[in-house]
């Protein structure tokens, strides 16, 4: 008979560090007045921790009455109490602590060598994004672009902020961003802002750089409009002035119009006064093209529907900046036209190709379908090759879609008078089962590959688009 007590070892270390009898370890960290001394054991630290058996090893260790000296000053007391205690227990608590808090635990746990400590703090960011970059935008972005050990945060935190740019360019402290780190995101082709809003965030951002600038811009000298041009010279060709409107253009840009060049001034207005010329400034290109979808929907915006048309025609990237060659034509929201099979068929019947998408509830994803052949209320099945259902693990991470088709085309769609959209039985929802609250979807595996959906979801709404060929 054997018995298994590893719970009781975690415990009594815990009580070992917390007594602190028989320590050998005195370790000093932070600076007044943000400074603690720690009391450790020696043999723990060696066994736990690879770092801290390099310094115990080292002949040059400090001694003190017997017992090693360690200090760290630049490390703050808060985070390394959380780590020696990881160290003797195994466990950490880092749920309510803020965003640059964690980046500097991050810090800290890569620096001593604990990999697993980092990547969990990592993943942890990461699930808990908004929250981790709400109340300090700037200075988190500041922290993970100079830090070489956050280097995996620096993508997620830009496309964070360019899929949700009011995390940044609503907050008090945007105006203190550095310029690199603002040439950076102007440069992404995945800001999920109008060109004109870009406009006016960069000259808040401009006049905010130089106190001495009278906010009417009327009053300037040229003096003043020398001292804007140039610090806002490495962004001017970062803006799309062609696709801001005339009214925007008169009413926003104009009076700062001073600033661009005078080629770049004389090309904007034969853009706007000549129909069909062609700028010859062309700055960076949308990468995800404006649909109108984006207005119609409240599940995905434009940048998920700039996907639809290569996965409908299995074309990779190939239509994203170029001319979009179908049009999405909303049919059909639950929440708005009646969350019942009637009114799903009496909307979306015989409408030709569809795409369907579903917001999960308690979470950020996405997923649905689409079908080539057209929906109707004859209880059959239909089969193609061209069908396939999607996700979007994260809606705001482009990058965590997937999509898969149709394994052998066979019973892909089905059109059922008591149902929903039904993909295969790989996702749909059935109005017909009593025990069913009208928003609950059903996931198996049968006609396509696996996207991992639980067998059975709550929805927050779902919506019907007609797939219309331009």
Request: hydrophobic share 35%.
């Amino acid at each position: 008979m054997s018995y298994n007590f590893e719970s009781e070892v975690p415990e009594a270390l815990g009580q070992l560090l917390k007594t602190e009898e028989d320590y050998n370890v005195i370790i000093h960290i932070g600076e007044e007045p943000n400074f603690k001394e720690f009391h450790a054991h020696s043999n723990i630290l060696r066994c736990r921790s690879e770092y801290f058996n390099k310094i115990l090893s080292s002949e040059n260790i400090e001694r003190k009455d017997g017992k090693y000296i360690i200090k760290k000053s630049n490390i703050y007391p808060q985070a390394f109490e959380i780590i020696l205690k990881y160290i003797y227990t195994g466990k950490f608590n880092i749920t309510n602590k803020a965003g640059t808090e964690l980046l500097d635990f991050m810090i800290i746990s890569d620096e001593m060598m604990l990999k697993k400590l980092t990547k969990l703090t990592e993943d942890f960011i990461v699930k808990n994004q908004q929250q981790f970059l709400q109340n300090d935008p700037v200075g988190i972005l500041q922290i993970v672009y100079y830090c070489k050990p956050l280097i995996n945060l620096q993508e997620f935190c830009l496309e964070k902020i360019c899929s949700k740019p009011e995390i940044l360019f609503k907050s008090d402290k945007f105006i203190q961003l550095p310029a690199p780190l603002l040439e950076i995101i102007l440069k992404r082709d995945d800001l999920n802002l109008k060109e004109i809003e870009i406009w006016e965030n960069l000259i808040k951002w401009g006049l905010a750089q130089e106190k001495s600038l009278n906010q009417d811009v009327s009053k300037w000298s040229k003096d003043d409009i020398n001292i804007l041009k140039r610090i806002l010279y490495k962004f001017i060709p970062l803006i799309r002035f062609f696709e801001i409107s005339t009214e925007d253009y008169y009413t926003k840009v104009k009076p700062y119009e001073k600033i661009l060049s005078k080629e770049l001034r004389d090309d904007i207005l034969k853009f706007y006064m000549l129909p069909g010329y062609k700028p010859i400034y062309t700055p960076r290109q949308p990468k995800y093209p404006k649909l109108n979808v984006n207005t119609e929907s409240i599940i995905i915006n434009s940048n998920h529907a700039a996907l639809f048309p290569n996965w409908i025609d299995r074309k990779g990237d190939e239509h994203i900046n170029k001319d979009i060659p179908y049009e999405f034509k909303l049919l059909y929201r639950a929440s708005k036209d009646g969350n019942t099979a009637a009114s799903f068929h009496t909307k979306c019947d015989n409408k030709g190709a569809t795409v369907v998408v579903v917001k999960i509830s308690n979470s950020e994803q996405i997923v649905g379908g689409y079908n080539p052949l057209f929906l109707d209320s004859s209880n059959s099945c239909k089969s193609t090759k061209d069908s396939f259902i999607f996700s979007f693990a994260d809606k705001n991470n482009l990058k965590s879609a997937n999509v898969v088709y149709s394994k052998t085309g066979d019973k892909s769609i089905q059109c059922n008078s008591s149902f929903g959209p039904i993909f295969g039985v790989d996702l749909y929802i059935h109005y017909g089962d009593t025990y069913n609250t009208c928003n609950t979807w059903t996931s198996d595996v049968y006609s396509y590959p696996t996207l991992n959906l639980p067998n059975s979801f709550k929805a927050d709404d779902y919506e019907v688009f007609q797939v219309i060929k331009k």
